[in-house]
């Protein structure tokens, strides 16, 4: 069995790909495996990863006569030719789509030398590269069981999955996880993930909450700000006399997530997943800038009972309120947690490596 996997440049779409094809050398050694992905992508680089990777030369364009778009074009007269050599030259058994735009030619020239085509959509809502490449996929696996009937013609392909995850993240114990930051193990902790670019709508919003209820309620604080907001939100938490620890950027997610009883981020598909499968109360920011993916994917735990939504543009008005009815009464964080229940599975790179199988 040889499988490629094509992917976006962000980590939404790289660590679904990545888990799944580390679950297929793990379930069947013999299995060859190629990860390709944008070489716009700097942070992710060959060794990442327990699979091989390819570079393609690969951008998003827009219908604008700009010089920044007419170069983009450029490169992807190239990167179609370099998608064209990785596809033929590896000529794999079955090729996985994970979305975004630059994926498109990697599946289509997979289409065209006959190789069985599955799709992965990570939101609810499907992208236009799933919409796009439906019509050549054999299987379309979803995440969310609401993401189906907006596949329209093409639903009797889809088959849900969820959203594969990487293996490291499992539950760490929490007095385990707690001190890895260096935190004390007793006392409600907050998890704020403004990004590893940073957010600076939650990372100012939730810091000046987080100080508006310090006096009224006890917490202590892990804030994940990026680079160039991790200074002013650090100030903003001392002054206010919050135990805490800003992390710029951090790789063992794990321990955030198993240190934390309530999250405050943004809800892109594979951090809901990951806030399912450590079954992490929430609140909700979806990114205004996303179109409708953000907004809803948050509906879908949102509508369980496992998280609250507020409006970016609303981080101010209504953030310290959700806080402290969250923060001072245990029982509601347990009714959010008992939401999971109805929330999509978390463990699905099995899952989607079956469709995958089923396919050939």
Known sequence: MKILA??????GHIFPAAALLERVTEDDPRAVTLLVLPRKHAACKSGAFAV??????????SASLTASNLLRILRSFKGLLQSLRVVARFHPDVVVGFGSLVSIPVVFWGWL?????VLHEQNVVP??????LARFADRIAV???QTVPLLGAYRDKAAVTGNPLRKRMRVIDRDQARAFFGLPAEGATLLVMG????????????AKALAGCAQSVRFQVIHLAGDKDAPAVEEVYRAAGIRFRVVRFLEEMEYAYSASDLAISRSGATTVTELCRFRLPAILVPYPFAGAHQQANARVLADAGAARVIEDSRIGEELAGILKECIGDRTVMERMRRGFDHCP?????????????ETV
């Not at 091989?52 to 364009?61: D, E, K």
């Not at 599975?345 to 995958?356: C, G, H, T």
């Open 6 to 11: 094509v992917s976006g440049a962000s980590g």
């Open 345 to 357: 599975s978390a463990d699905s790179a099995e899952a989607l490596m079956r469709v995958v199988y």
């Open 127 to 132: 992208g236009r590269a799933t919409r796009f």
């Open 195 to 206: 990004g590893s670019q940073g957010s600076q709508s939650i990372n100012t919003g939730a």
């Open 113 to 117: 030398l006959r190789c069985r085509i």
């Open 143 to 145: 995440t969310f069981a």
């Open 52 to 61: 091989p990777v390819s570079y393609v030369c690969l951008s998003n364009i």
